[in-house]
């Protein structure tokens, strides 16, 4: 009997906010930054609530750039606490494996508008 549990791969809770600035550096350029954080209560991958993805997760995301009208360049960092949860379960073959998140991750975005 299922009743009452969560069903699977749905957080009860969620909840996300940003902070984000810009600057003029010249007429036409400004830069910017952003910080967002989201916040995901434990996932059940089953229907009987035995196998979770660990708990509270909780990442920041940050960047920083440069942008005109036509063009961006923008650094990130994704994860930037590079904290460690579990995405999906599979069970196969009488065993059981555990998918990860993606770790920090670090880039930069080049965009331009025609």
């Known amino acids: ?26 007429g ?7 910080v967002g ?5 434990r996932i059940y991958f089953d229907s ?5 993805d660990g708990g509270v997760k909780q990442t920041a995301d940050l960047r920083l750039g440069l942008k005109s009208d036509k063009w961006d360049v923008t650094g990130y960092a994704n994860n930037a606490t590079d904290r460690r949860w579990f995405t999906n379960y599979a069970y196969s073959g009488g065993v059981g494996n555990y998918l990860p998140n993606q770790p920090r991750t670090f880039g930069v975005e080049l965009g331009y508008r025609f």
């Not at 069903?7 to 940003?18: E, H, I, W």
């Not at 954080?37 to 209560?41: E, G, I, K, P, T």
């Not at 009987?48 to 979770?52: A, D, T």
């Open 1 to 26: 009997n299922d009743k009452g549990n969560t069903l699977p791969d749905t957080p009860t809770k969620t909840a996300t906010a940003s902070l984000e600035y810009n600057h003029p550096v010249s």
């Open 28 to 34: 036409t350029v400004s830069a910017f930054w952003r």
């Open 37 to 41: 954080y989201r916040y995901v209560s």
């Open 48 to 52: 009987e609530n035995l196998i979770s």
